[in-house]
């Protein structure tokens, strides 16, 4: 009887993100039962399946850590504590089905046995079909004794549930998986999630969640009480504990800006670096226990002694809370900007309030996404297609940058190993004068239309300098764009 898989979990047992096997669900090559994949239809989709079969999802992987600014590390297997756990479950369960077996075949045996002396007691007119009851049973038997060995899909799976746990968040059935010495919390992050939290540390408690099904272990200390209540039905704090099976949680997430709180924190300068000659790269790191909150596509005021605050758009994921990265045009931010380009040490501090703006990405969107960025703008771009990445969306992504030469496209290297790496991503870079705004603006929207007959059905994200988003918005908007596809933000 096949066996039934979640989307993720059958995504990682192929090799494949999980974006791939939507596309085969979209295209009613595979067939989705509740979420899950027989897994028959998944081997006759990928039939050359093997254990070290993990090339794409690997290639996709290290391009996303690499884009997350994130070193990029060899996965680690669970703490001690888990893996054991973990191997207890699969044992218990091995042995649990082996005495069910064991069962099975006994009244098996004893069936046959009980019919041979029906027969022999038994008129000779109602012998011959005790007889044939006799051999179907005996046939049958042997073909359970024959059936050949678990296919690679079961043994990869079997191992999978030993590495990592697979978590399913109840009301919005968004899902990921826990990996190597990750909390719940930091796994769901890593996954693009928003769920709710404060403080990260296991003081504040905003991670409560309850768990529905599976089991979890403490594996962070942490100084919020949970009261008798709480523990009674189930609650633990995400940011102090793992999964050791399979769970089914029960936890908030964010939905919009509204539901995440103004934040204030100082964060170290980590690095600041030049992406071109006008444009540098500000990397911000937050103290462990104080991680900056926020959505793709928002932006926060920084601010240094001496040199004012100015506002910045965000341009790393949410998924990685504490490094934010900013990229500061020379000209842009007053004073604040000033001081980046002038040099600024690792011994500094800046201070970071936000976030602020609610950029509206549809985070459950069904439609292709185009993500249509002006000059500086790539950098809040590059945020939305990131998270984008860390939560495997099926949809087909376009990125048109234009900018001008000859430095405008300063990270085109990223937006083409993003194209190399994922197959339903296209990266399309125009080249603009930077003299006339709203004449480059309208023209630019004229091209994309002119390349892209499709765009109206596109949900459309626009960033960049507010005197090329307002003539672009207009001039897409009388193309025939709706209102609900399109957002553009000015930074």
């Not at 995504?11 to 039962?33: C, E, F, T």
């Not at 007119?125 to 004794?145: K, N, S």
């Not at 996954?191 to 272990?217: E, I, P, T």
């Not at 703006?357 to 939305?384: C, N, P, T, V």
Request: with cysteine; hydrophobic share 40%.
């Amino acid at each position: 009887m096949p066996q039934l898989l979640a989307l993720s979990r059958a995504a990682r047992l192929v090799g494949v993100p999980r974006a791939a096997l939507q596309k085969l669900i979209q295209d009613g090559s595979l067939h989705s039962y509740e979420g899950m994949i027989s897994t028959d239809e998944l081997l006759q989709a990928y039939p050359e399946i093997k254990l070290e079969d993990a090339g794409m999802l690997e290639k996709t992987t290290q391009i996303k850590q690499e884009a997350f600014g994130r070193r990029v590390r060899d996965r680690l297997l669970p703490p001690k504590e888990v893996l054991a756990e973990r191997l207890f479950e699969q044992s218990r369960e091995l042995a649990d089905v082996k005495t069910h077996l064991k069962r099975y075949h006994s009244l098996v045996i004893g069936m046959q046995e009980h019919l041979q002396e029906l027969s022999r007691q038994a008129p000779e007119e109602e012998r011959e079909t005790l007889a044939r009851l006799d051999d179907w049973v005996e046939q049958r038997l042997q073909t359970v004794l024959d059936t050949q060995a678990p296919s690679a899909l079961a043994v990869m799976d079997d191992m999978l549930r030993v590495m990592s746990a697979h978590v399913t968040i109840q009301p919005s059935r968004h899902d990921f998986f826990v990996e190597g010495a990750d909390t719940l919390l930091e796994a769901a992050l890593k996954s693009g999630l928003a769920l709710n939290y404060g403080c990260s540390s296991g003081n504040c408690g905003l991670c409560k969640a309850r768990v529905v099904d599976g089991q979890v272990l403490k594996t962070k200390h942490h100084d919020y009480v949970l009261s008798e209540a709480e523990k009674q039905q189930g609650y633990c704090l995400m940011c102090s504990y793992t999964a050791v099976s399979d769970l089914t949680l029960e936890a908030l997430e964010a939905n919009s800006a509204s539901d995440i709180p103004s934040q204030e924190l100082v964060a170290r300068v980590k690095a600041v670096s030049p992406l071109g000659p006008d444009m540098m790269l500000l990397h911000l790191q937050t103290p462990r226990s104080h991680r900056l909150r926020f959505l793709p596509g928002q932006t926060v005021t920084l601010g240094l002694p001496g040199a004012g605050s100015a506002e910045f758009p965000i341009t790393t994921c949410p998924c990685d809370d504490r490094n934010l990265q900013f990229h500061i045009e020379r000209g842009q931010g007053g004073a604040f900007g000033e001081k980046v380009f002038a040099g600024l040490s690792n011994t500094e501090s800046v201070s970071v309030y936000g976030p602020w703006e609610d950029y509206d990405y549809k985070e459950d969107g069904q439609h292709k996404m185009l993500f249509l960025a002006f000059g500086r703008g790539f950098g809040l771009i590059k945020s939305l297609i990131e998270h984008t990445m860390a939560r495997e969306s099926a949809n087909d992504m376009l990125l048109v940058w234009a900018a001008y030469p000859p430095n405008g496209h300063y990270m085109a290297n990223l937006c083409r190993a993003w194209t190399d790496a994922l197959d339903n991503f296209r990266f399309d870079p125009v080249t603009i004068a930077g003299q006339n705004p709203p004449q480059e603006a309208a023209w630019t929207v004229d091209k994309l239309l002119a390349d892209h007959p499709e765009t109206c059905s596109y949900d459309i994200y626009l960033a960049g300098p507010d005197l090329y988003v307002g003539p672009a918005a207009e001039k897409l908007k009388a193309a025939g764009v709706g209102d609900r596809q399109l957002v553009a933000l000015a930074v």
